[in-house]
């Protein structure tokens, strides 16, 4: 049965979208990474490749805030009388409940709120449930974003399919859920379709939260895992054997220290499938054909940043961690998808019931149990497909997802899907470019008012430059279309032939980003940055890249000073404060600068990895320490950094370290 009904839960506001384009600020994408010695040549094939170089044409998610209110979302609900799933098209067609109904287990980590934070492509991202990652590496561009989501009827039963048209990489991914009458097994049918003649690098994690518990342990058909971690804007990739490695049992999440990933190497010929189970050897079972070859594991680590972690995206005592599976081995791997290929693959998700004894005891012989309970269960995952044969009898659309997928298809002249319809939807979107696209025709706003969108690619980069009148507009997105395509040299002139139809914000802070991401001249940066705040002071994200300029040279003065002009509204925002501080601590004024780096400070939009704010703790209170014993401030004398951590610790609140 597939039902309709509201779920409740507090949530924070996403809140709107940053105006900016990504012109290499987006550092997630351009994250390196380094390998030892124990990677085979073989290893190397894809590590690396498809990589990109901006998240254009999207544009940021990073409006969301920390104050929850009860708001009831749009939920997807599949159920027999053994199980039941609850999907949430609104958010990425996230599968946010695993029910099994006859011994009453949620078997997933059911996030008790929705709160946004920075750790993905768009920045705005959400803990639990089983989140489908598609096309590029980290998390889905559209994982805050509303899915189509529709209703198909075959003779055999219903299917409930979620799916959307992928900008980047120009495919269209769909999710199709069901559960067989007499079944306590959910089944999807994930399905990738490039129409497109040309080749295409794609990627798919299907990540998986489950509960951490102090005994949790993951079982996997695996001896040896590829082992990769974060750490200062590059990875590092090594090996590890499987259960234990360098003395430490490793099936277990809560022996790890730190943040990991590790990338279990499932026997070529062996089924495909990974499992946990708790204390009483109860958990989760997720398999799949072989065309879903990795599996993985995420922990956040038992430091203090790692616990801090799980809360800051949760409440207190929140705790859990990623089972995944991909189409690669790692997930710095994306894999050559030739043009007009439709790939697709069958998951399935049940209950894991096992003896205590059996599960904790000799590795090998619980991952045995474990593929002996699958095959009783669920079946050989080998031979798993959809079992819906040929078209729908009848398709109901049920909530709508972008119009984006329609624009494309105007541009391409064809469909760009076998199954899934994409409805003219003239939203606020993309209504300009159905216009440019049918009628020739473009607007030119105020030059204030922010862009409400961006496209990328040939041909709407010659719909604009054959328009009969240019203006500002049309000469920023034509910037916008030759940087994303990676003509930065064409994108610059762009801006600076807008700019001279109008002066703008945008173009204006584009250029400052070309000169200080590109071209590594931060004193011309710097002006046109000031320039462009000077058109628009009450925007936030031009506010944040004049702060950080700012800071970052010797202009702390004047940042102070324009902060204290802002509305009351800016001054409150986080970052921005954490800007204040480092102002005032690089001019002396300590004592100001404690009074917003304490226990209580708060700022939202902190990235994964980021060590802003520890480090500007340990900076300032640093100095302070110094300071009250009379001696001078010496970051490098491990000494005094020990004794001046003693005396003013680290709050965990603001620990948001990964690997200490």
Request: hydrophobic share 35%; aromatic share 12%; net charge negative.
């Amino acid at each position: 049965m597939i039902k309709f009904e509201p779920y409740y839960m507090p949530a924070a506001e996403l809140g709107a979208e940053n105006p900016m384009p990504d012109i290499k600020n987006v550092s997630y994408i351009h994250a390196g990474y380094a390998m030892t010695d124990k990677i085979l040549e073989e290893e190397k094939t894809y590590l690396g490749k498809g990589m990109i170089d901006t998240m254009l044409p999207y544009k940021m998610q990073d409006g969301y805030n920390r104050e929850k209110n009860e708001r009831a979302f749009n939920a997807a609900v599949l159920e027999n009388e053994y199980i039941k799933a609850v999907f949430l098209p609104e958010l990425g067609g996230r599968l946010w409940s695993l029910f099994d109904k006859k011994t009453n287990r949620e078997l997933l980590y059911v996030n008790p709120v929705f709160q946004p934070g920075n750790l993905a492509l768009r920045n705005a991202w959400f803990s639990g449930g089983v989140e489908f990652n598609v096309g590029i590496k980290g998390h889905n561009p559209l994982t805050c974003s509303p899915l189509w989501c529709a209703v198909d009827r075959y003779p055999e039963g219903e299917v409930l399919r979620m799916y959307e048209f992928e900008r980047i990489r120009g495919v269209v991914y769909s999710i199709s859920a069901w559960i067989p009458d007499d079944s306590s097994v959910l089944y999807l049918q994930n399905r990738i379709e490039n129409k497109a003649d040309e080749r295409k690098h794609m990627y798919w994690w299907s990540n998986i939260a489950v509960p951490e518990t102090q005994k949790t342990r993951v079982l996997v058909p695996a001896e040896e895992s590829f082992l990769s971690f974060y750490n200062e804007n590059h990875y590092i990739l090594d090996k590890a054997t499987i259960p234990v490695h360098e003395g430490l049992d490793v099936t277990y999440p809560c022996k790890i220290p730190s943040s990991r990933d590790f990338f279990y190497k499932i026997p070529k010929d062996h089924c495909k499938w990974i499992a946990t189970a708790d204390e009483e050897g109860h958990g989760l079972l997720q398999c799949s054909t072989r065309e879903l070859l990795g599996r993985k594991l995420f922990v956040w680590g038992q430091g203090q940043g790692g616990r801090n972690w799980n809360e800051w995206l949760s409440e207190e005592g929140s705790a859990y961690i990623e089972i995944q599976a991909g189409l690669a081995h790692t997930q710095l791997e994306h894999i050559p998808m030739d043009g007009r290929t439709v790939w697709e693959w069958t998951e399935a998700y049940t209950a894991l019931d096992m003896e205590p004894s059996v599960a904790h005891g000799d590795y090998k012989t619980a991952t045995q149990t474990v593929e002996a309970y699958m095959f009783e269960r669920v079946g050989n995952p080998d031979a798993l497909s959809f079992p819906f044969a040929g078209a729908p009898i009848e398709s109901t659309i049920i909530s709508k997802g972008s119009g984006w997928g329609y624009v494309e298809e105007i541009t391409r002249g064809e469909a760009v899907s076998d199954i899934c319809k994409f409805p003219v939807q003239n939203d606020d979107e993309t209504a300009e470019w159905i216009r440019l696209a049918k009628d020739n025709v473009f607007p030119e706003p105020d030059a204030s008012e922010e862009p409400t969108s961006y496209v990328k690619g040939d041909y709407w980069l010659s719909k604009l430059e054959s328009l009969a009148k240019q203006s500002w507009y049309s000469q920023l997105h034509i910037g916008i279309i030759k940087y994303a395509g990676g003509d930065l040299e064409g994108a610059k002139q762009a801006w600076e032939a807008s700019l001279a139809f109008k002066p703008s914000p945008w173009a204006l802070r584009n250029l400052s980003m070309v000169y200080k991401n590109e071209l590594g001249d931060d004193v011309t940066a710097k002006e046109y940055i000031k320039k462009a705040f000077d058109l628009k002071k009450d925007c936030l994200a031009l506010c944040t890249e004049l702060a950080a300029q700012l800071t970052a040279g010797d202009d702390d003065a004047e940042w102070l000073a324009v902060y204290e002009a802002l509305s009351p509204a800016l001054q409150a925002n986080g970052r921005l404060r954490l800007y204040k501080a480092i102002a005032l601590m690089n001019l002396g004024r300590l004592k100001e600068a404690t009074e917003i780096i304490n226990a209580d400070f708060v700022m939202s939009d902190i990235k994964e990895g980021e060590l802003s704010v520890s480090s500007l703790w340990f900076d300032l209170y640093g100095r302070l320490y110094a300071e009250s014993e009379g001696i001078p401030f010496d970051p490098t004398d491990c000494e005094q950094k020990q004794k001046a951590a003693k005396r003013y610790p680290l709050p965990k609140k603001l620990d948001f370290r990964m690997h200490d």
